[in-house]
Every structure is written in structure tokens, then in C-alpha cells.
């Protein structure tokens, strides 16, 4: 049997267009998805505004409109899994659950469409969803047909229930067939977890080729070491994955869960932050009915947001971690770059000094004169050689986001940004 499905992927392969032909995201993606804060909750009589069915998906819709989420960038809205019936149905389609989406999937992407927003949803690899819903193995050609019926915008691909050794060739597979239907879908991958959770290093250069996004590591938590765990992940930077980043392919950490239970302001700020620097995916899961003001702000902030959507597609790194305190830096448009201080420590605010070199590198002039800002609030605060030192207090589990910017770019008077 294993035989015969290489040979069945094998021909697909073959057969079907380049998968990153789409010409999509060509920067982050920014949207809403429903996992994190909602999972698969079902029962929508005990929770008739928390279970997964078209009504909530049409009220996050309205209050990224309403709320000024699309103002900023967000614009998908993502059905994840547990939204399926249990079997296909005679012509072995997918089909919704019709108590939960009574209107069908194609209704509730006309009503996301009709808002400006894009539509996004969620399959699986294998032979079930990782919730035990119908899976798209032997199915690829369908499915993907189906989802450009419905009018998918992305597809989010999990790995559930599904053989390893057929990943290298089902996953592209997957990405030609979406191709091949002549509806742009950005196809977000989880191809490299499996891989590593099998001790396999995931072949990042071919996953490129063929995912405009991928996960490498697990579901995120809505705790601060579940953020913390993921952003070391990243810091180590196995494999040198930080490198596939670019217009068109993303590294994923996974959901933003600011405006849930389990972070502080400080931390919220700090995973904002991060996957602005790391070039990631904005994708909220938060109940955006009940969200604080002081979460809302976070998430829509707009300076945090102009570097996450550098145009330079390039992701930050960690250049250095000493004492609880890390570094990282971004280079971004125009010769400017973009640094976090993270501290990782619980108790007090840190002191924290900083050679300018070693955001902006070795640099031939040392005499070139930078201006230096704070992000989140976009308060000048003065000049920098690369030869200077400066020094910031950051909180505990908090951060400090820096921006400096080459003064003959834009002008002593004027804030990069203006032009980001």
C-alpha cells in the first residue's frame, strides 16, 4: 500500500504545475484563526458563542471590520478544524457540519468576501484530521478543487494521522493540485513538525519551494512558556530555517495570544514584539468580543505592524543571549533595523547596555550617524554611532523595541515611520 501511494504522488508531482506559482504573501499573512481560543468546541447548545459553526466566524468577520483590525492589515478569517461532517459525501466531497454551518462554506466565504477580508480554513494531510474528521489523503485533487469552489483565500495543512516517508512528496503534491484549480490560495504547510517529532531535519530549501508558510514546532499555549519555549526554538535557529524567509515563504511560531488569559500586558508586548522581528504570520486567536482595550492597542499597533510587514520579507535573528537578556535584530528597508531586548527574568526591571554595532553589524563609516526609536509609542529618542553605547530599562518579562535608521535616508526631522 505505502508502495502504491508514492507512485500515486509520484505522478502528481510530475504532472502538475509549480506549487509557488501564486504570487501570494508576498508578505506575512494577518488575520484571525480560531484554535487557540476556541479548539473544537462543538456542542453549540452549552456554548452556543463559543462552539465552531458560521455565527462565530461572521462575528469575528464584522469586528475586524467594525474594530479596525482590517484598517491595520488583518484580513483572513480562519475556520481551523471540527467544522467538517464525519464522512464525504456521495461524490466523496467534504462537506460542513450541516447543524453548525447550515448556509454551507461557500455561503460564509461570499459573507467574509463581502466584508474585504479573505477566507482561510484548515485539512489534513492524512487519513483524519487531528480531531478525526475526514483527512485529504488520496483525496488531494478534490479537496483542492473543493476549497477553490468554496473560495478559499489559504489552507492551512496539518500532518495528523498521516505517514512520515510520504510527506517529502505529498506535501508538494498538495501545493500543485491548489495551483492547478487557477485560485490564488496561500498554502501555509506544517510539512517540518511532523519531521522533526520524527527525528527527521526537515529539507527547509525543498519545503520553500513548495509552502508559502510552515510550522516548525508545536500548537502554541495561551502561557508565557509556551511564548518563551517558542521564541528560544526560534533563537536557536536549528537548521538555519531563519534563511528560507523571504517574499512568498514564512516561518510560523504559530497564533498570536495576546488578549487571552494566560499573558501579562508586559508579555503580551513581547510577542508582538518577537513576531514582528522573526517575519511572522500575524494570526489572532482571541475572542474579539470580549478583548481588552489595552490587547486591542497592542495588536493593532501600527509601527509594531510596518516592520513585521517589511517589504524586505528578511526575518530577524537572535544575535546574542547573556544573563536573561536576549538581543534581536532585523535589518528592514532603507537601511534601517529594528532590534528587541527581551528579559526573561520575573522579578525586576533590567538595565540593559547595548553597543550600536552590534544591531547594525560592522559598517564601513563609523562616523554614520543613526536615529534611534522607540516602536511601540514612536518616541525619538536622539542619535547613535555604531561606535556608541546605549542603554535602555526593560521589564521583567517585558521588552524594548528599537528602530535606527540612517539619518541622510530620510532626514533628521522625519520618523522612518512615515515611509515604512
Not at 502504491?4 to 508531482?13: D, K, M, N, Y
Request: charged share 25%; glycine share 8%.
Amino acid at each position: 500500500m505505502k508502495i502504491a501511494v508514492a507512485v500515486v504522488i509520484t505522478v502528481v508531482v510530475a504532472s502538475v504545475g509549480d506549487a509557488l506559482n501564486n504570487g501570494v504573501a508576498r508578505t506575512p499573512p494577518m488575520g484571525w484563526m480560531a484554535w487557540e481560543r476556541f479548539r473544537c468546541q462543538t456542542d453549540c447548545k452549552d456554548w452556543p458563542d463559543s462552539c465552531i459553526s458560521e455565527k462565530l466566524f461572521r462575528e469575528m468577520a464584522d469586528l475586524i471590520v467594525k474594530d479596525g483590525y482590517k484598517d491595520v492589515g488583518y484580513e483572513f478569517v480562519t475556520v481551523d478544524d471540527c467544522y467538517l461532517e464525519r464522512e464525504r459525501d456521495s461524490q466523496m466531497r467534504l462537506k460542513p457540519d450541516p447543524d453548525r454551518f447550515p448556509s454551507g462554506m461557500k455561503n460564509l466565504s461570499d459573507y467574509i468576501h463581502s466584508k474585504g477580508l479573505k477566507f482561510g480554513i484548515c485539512e489534513d494531510f492524512g487519513h483524519k484530521t487531528c480531531d478525526g474528521y475526514p483527512g485529504s489523503y488520496y483525496h488531494f485533487e478534490i479537496d483542492a478543487q473543493t476549497f477553490a469552489d468554496w473560495g478559499v483565500d489559504m489552507l492551512k495543512f496539518d500532518g495528523c494521522n498521516s505517514d512520515i516517508k510520504d510527506m517529502d512528496l505529498g506535501y508538494p503534491a498538495m501545493g500543485k493540485w491548489l495551483n492547478k484549480t487557477g485560485r490564488p490560495i496561500v498554502y501555509a504547510c506544517e510539512w517540518p513538525f511532523y519531521q522533526i517529532m520524527a527525528s527527521k531535519s526537515p529539507d527547509y530549501p525543498a519545503i520553500a519551494k513548495s509552502c508559502n508558510s510552515w510550522r516548525n514546532y508545536y500548537d502554541i499555549g495561551d502561557s508565557w512558556d509556551s511564548v518563551l519555549t517558542v521564541i528560544n526554538i526560534y533563537g536557536e535557529d536549528k537548521g538555519n530555517f531563519s534563511s528560507m524567509a523571504g517574499p512568498g515563504n514564512w516561518n510560523d511560531p504559530d497564533m498570536l495570544v495576546i488578549g487571552n488569559f494566560g499573558l501579562s500586558y508586559e508579555q503580551q508586548r513581547a510577542q508582538m514584539a518577537l513576531w514582528a522581528i522573526m517575519a511572522s504570520p500575524l494570526m489572532m486567536s482571541v475572542d474579539l468580543r470580549t478583548i481588552k482595550e489595552e490587547s486591542k492597542a497592542i495588536l493593532k499597533n501600527k509601527n509594531v505592524i510596518a516592520i513585521n510587514q517589511d517589504s524586505l520579507g528578511i526575518q530577524g535573528t537572535r544575535k546574542w543571549q547573556k544573563g536573561g537578556i536576549q538581543l534581536w535584530t532585523r535589518p528592514i528597508s532603507q537601511g534601517a533595523w529594528a532590534f528587541v531586548l527581551l528579559n526573561t527574568h520575573n522579578d525586576v526591571p533590567s538595565r540593559v547596555t547595548v553597543q550600536i554595532q552590534d544591531i547594525v553589524g560592522k559598517v564601513e563609516m563609523l562616523d554614520q550617524v543613526y536615529q534611534l526609536f522607540e516602536v511601540f509609542d514612536g518616541t525619538d529618542l536622539g542619535f547613535a554611532k555604531p561606535t556608541d553605547s546605549k542603554s535602555f530599562i526593560v521589564n521583567p518579562t517585558g521588552v524594548f523595541m528599537g528602530m535606527l535608521t540612517p539619518t541622510e535616508s530620510f532626514g533628521e526631522s522625519r520618523s522612518i515611520f512615515d515611509r515604512l
